[in-house]
């Protein structure tokens, strides 16, 4: 894993020399003038700053607005980033809030504290197949490939931006960015001197709180410290009840940044958190009349991560030393109890060869600790593992015709202790047609690595009650999902291509679309049945067998535009169309219907509508569609969000909003594997208050 | 297709127009649009602009220029964060009669013939003696460093959620003898002058 310069200018790694105004934040102010190949070094390219009155300057982006429409225009991917003012102006509550607005990704909410997120298909909670980095450390869980999203939280005020790359990052990010990488960057801590205090209330978020600090220590040391805390009301079932869903957490955090010489720069950031969270749960019980159980679960997260990260600088080369510590339990009593380290060492050298040719090489080593509790329900064996995972990968980007070509290719090589070796290769080529208008296409190969639980779980699913037809069996038979030593990792190979065009200084469009080819997809296959409750057998377990008989292809465009219509009111839109047919091998004995899209709804929309009013009014307004999700009966469904902001001083920034405006209520997803109530997403009302000082 | 209650379908009718238009203006407007100049915002590119439009509303007092047609000299004290941009930026502009000259200059070097001095963040250990220097004289000192307008600069910008910002030190420009217009003062941020240096 490489994620050192992924961190401060992610996708400069994955596209080459892109996102140099992305750098704004993080480097000094002197280091900022060569404003890259279509900046304002090219004279024809410079608007007239001296015929825009200071209001019209005021409101230019420094950095966002060039990142999304001009700087994204150069690189040979599906990049979408998300601004803080993003952020703001959508009214998110959370990082999964925020998502919403990217084209190709999928969020959807099963309870207060869950989600599931995935991109360009397979969503799920447990979805497997997204890659989620936070400044640089990856919060992937080794346990079942996926992540945690109640326990990944920042202080969104502190968010620089989300980078959302849909497809394949794997040559630089290694397994598991199979269908895309989310990183979400954070200010350095230059950038967020002074104080800041937020407070929220809304009819859903009881309360959320946070204050921020950030201070300088020396001529070239900055450093800010945080704390936050929320407190979410439970949420209804579909009968209007109120359910077991409610969730609160305290969390807290610093982070120094220093430019300690010219040549070097040093990065210690760690956040430490715990939450309570509830649900209500149903499990397979052989004690109960009806041989499952419904009950409210309350559990607690706890954990905590430590990152450092040095850069330095050569006159032609630069390189990067990262490591971090990342500590994740998970205490739920009943069902699944979990401890997780991980400690991840990355390095990565770039070097300039001559004018036209950028070569990055990289070494990682990541080792993870894991032990578990189980219960009836779930058990993980092992249960204690020790995982080292290796891996190394270079690619090389080459400028040519002038640099209106560029062709790179890249490779990484891994070794994890489940499947061996692994390489994940690319091929991105990047032409510019003119000035405002490039075309991009890329094929490359991804794999996701098996995760811990398919390798040694046991979960019942359900129990069949004694005497039930077809078996009739005299003992309750218990359908269980099983992983296997033999399962193997998943494999995509991805065609990508793409098109923008700045078509007027006011309106740009990204096209991208693509076919992706999967195999070895994980199926699970009837076993032999096992007789279990000791030396006198009291129950049949029926075991479905992680495998990889599955496969087939995906396709979809997601086409993102927008346009300035005044300088003061922007409109934004995106359509994702998404098609999935993935198909059980002929050899295949899983029983589980193939049903087109799965879980993943086949058309979304998303449009924005941002109103700068006079007296630092700003008016936004946002509309979503979601298609139904085919194999949960979920059907499809609009929303309409509004949100107000008013900076009635300098210091205070205050919000009001609505989300769900259309729906009183409404569920979005049904979890898979562990039957957690899903609860209805409402109409919610909040405000918000923000002072800096 | 999934069921809708017909509250929905009325909003639905009632939404499809305005995504339709909102998704099928744009691409229209993409197929025929006219290739224009790509508006490429940069931090220094903008402040430019800022520095210009400062140049229009501060007035200076009678006797600052020779003649008419004087040119507006801009000073940029230490590490010049432009690179070339100023001077791409205000080459042919001139405010009345007056076209600007810029000059790059190092601590040490004589301030006195600046009407504008953009005082780098290199420049911070000794921004007081750089003031003292200028004391009295109407020279329009412009800063980028958070706490220079506070500690006596008259312009500092500042960047803020990715936009450019300023503080205006009301006192510092009295000092100067500049007239700042009010045009200018209703987008600024008042600071005061720290207690330490008020004199």
């Known amino acids: ?693 | 297709m999934p069921i809708f209650v017909p509250r929905d379908k009325a909003i639905m009718r009632l939404l499809r127009p305005i995504i339709a238009m909102g998704i099928c203006l744009s691409m229209a407007l993409g197929a025929s649009a006219q290739a224009l100049d790509s508006s490429d915002s940069s931090e220094y590119l903008i402040k430019a602009g800022f520095i210009y439009n400062f140049a229009k509303l501060v007035g200076w007092p009678q006797g600052a220029f020779a003649q008419p047609d004087s040119p507006i000299v801009i000073g940029i004290l230490g590490t010049d964060p432009f690179g070339g941009i100023i001077d791409r930026v205000l080459a042919d502009k001139q405010i009345d009669a007056r076209h600007f000259v810029i000059k790059r200059l190092k601590w040490g070097m004589d301030l006195k013939g600046c009407d504008i001095l953009f005082i780098g963040s290199s420049e911070a250990v000794h921004l007081e003696e750089v003031l003292h220097a200028l004391k009295g004289l109407p020279v329009l000192t412009i800063g980028e460093t958070p706490g220079f307008a506070r500690r006596g600069c008259i312009i500092n910008l500042i960047v803020e959620d990715n936009k450019v910002r300023f503080e205006v030190n009301l006192d510092a420009a009295k000092q100067a003898d500049l007239n700042i217009s009010s045009r200018l003062l209703a987008l600024a941020r008042i600071i005061p002058q720290s207690a330490a240096d008020v004199r």
């Open chain 1, 1 to 693: 894993m490489s994620s050192i310069r992924k961190n401060n200018t992610s996708l400069m790694a994955s596209a080459g020399r892109i996102f140099l105004l992305g750098m704004l934040t993080v480097c000094p102010p002197g280091n900022v003038s060569a404003s890259g190949p279509s900046g304002p070094d090219n004279p024809q390219n410079v608007p007239d700053v001296t015929s825009m009155s200071l209001e019209d300057l005021m409101n230019l982006q420094v950095t966002s607005v060039s990142k999304r429409t001009q700087k994204v225009g150069d690189a040979a991917a599906a990049v979408f980033v998300i601004t803080q003012e993003d952020i703001r102006r959508s009214g998110a509550a959370s990082i999964p809030d925020a998502l919403r607005m990217v084209p190709g990704l999928e969020v959807a909410r099963i309870d207060e504290n869950k989600w599931a997120i995935g991109a360009r298909g397979f969503n799920g909670r447990f979805d497997n197949k997204l890659l989620v980095l936070i400044d640089g450390r990856s919060v992937y869980t080794p346990l079942f490939s996926g992540v945690y999203w109640n326990v990944q939280d920042v202080v969104l005020e502190d968010v620089d931006r989300i980078e959302v790359i849909r497809g394949p990052g794997a040559t630089l990010w290694g397994a598991n960015a199979v269908d895309g990488v989310i990183n979400i960057i954070t200010k350095s801590a230059k950038a967020t001197q002074g104080g800041l205090v937020t407070a929220e209330a809304g009819s859903e978020e009881r309360t959320a709180e946070s204050v921020r600090y950030g201070g300088k220590i020396g001529d070239n040391t900055y450093y800010r410290v945080y704390g936050k805390y929320f407190d979410w009301y439970p949420s209804i079932d579909a009968t209007g009840a109120t359910a077991s869903d409610g969730w609160h957490a305290l969390r807290s955090g610093f982070r120094v940044d220093s430019n300690a010489t010219t040549a070097n720069s040093f990065t210690v950031q760690g956040d430490i958190y715990h939450d309570n969270f509830g649900e209500t749960l149903t499990v397979p019980s052989l004690t109960s009349p009806t041989f499952s159980s419904t009950y409210p679960n309350n559990g607690y997260n706890t954990g905590g991560d430590l990152l450092g990260r040095w850069n330095h600088t050569f006159s032609r080369s630069s390189t990067s030393l990262q490591m971090y510590y990342d500590r994740t339990n998970i205490a739920d009593p009943t069902v699944f109890g979990d401890h997780e380290s991980v400690y991840d060492i990355d390095f990565q050298h770039d070097i300039h060869l001559g004018e036209s040719q950028e070569l990055v090489w990289g070494l990682g080593y990541r080792s993870i600790q894991d032990s578990n509790g189980s219960s009836f329900t779930v058990a993980l064996l092992p249960n204690h593992s020790s995982l080292n995972q290796y891996s190394a990968f270079v690619q090389d980007e080459v400028s040519l015709l002038n640099n209106r070509m560029h062709i790179t290719v890249g490779s990484k090589f891994e070794h994890n202790p489940f499947t061996g070796f692994e390489f994940e290769p690319n091929v991105r080529v990047l032409g510019t047609l003119t000035k405002q208008q490039s075309v991009w296409a890329a094929v490359s190969r991804a794999v996701r690595t098996p995760a811990l639980t398919e390798e040694g779980l046991q979960l019942n699913a359900a129990i069949i009650p004694p005497g039930t037809a077809p078996l009739n069996s005299p003992l309750p038979v218990v359908e269980a999902i099983f992983g296997s030593p033999l399962f193997q990792s998943e494999d995509l190979l991805a065609y990508e291509v793409g098109y923008r065009v700045q078509a007027t200084s006011s309106f740009s469009l990204d096209l991208a679309a693509f076919y992706n080819n999967y195999t070895n997809l994980r199926s699970a296959e009837p076993g032999a049945p096992i007789l279990g409750g000791g030396p006198i057998p009291s129950y049949v377990i029926l075991p479905f067998v992680a495998s990889n008989k599955m496969g087939g292809g995906t396709y979809g465009i997601e086409p993102f535009a927008e346009w300035k219509i005044l300088p003061r009111w922007k409109i934004l839109g995106s359509y994702s169309f998404l098609r999935m047919n993935i198909r059980k091998n002929a050899d295949s004995l899983d029983p589980t219907p193939d049903i087109p899209n799965g879980a993943s709804p086949r058309n979304q929309f998303y449009f924005r509508s941002s109103l700068d009013l006079p007296k630092h009014l700003e008016q936004d307004l946002i509309v979503r569609y979601v298609d139904q999700l085919p194999s949960l009966n979920i059907p499809s469904y609009y929303s309409l969000d509004l949100h107000v902001g008013w900076k009635p001083l300098p210091q205070l920034q205050l919000s009001f909003g609505g989300t769900d405006l259309l729906n009183k209520q409404h569920l979005e997803f049904i979890p898979e594997f562990i039957n957690t109530l899903p609860t209805e997403v409402r109409r919610t009302f909040y405000g918000g208050i923000s002072w800096t000082f």
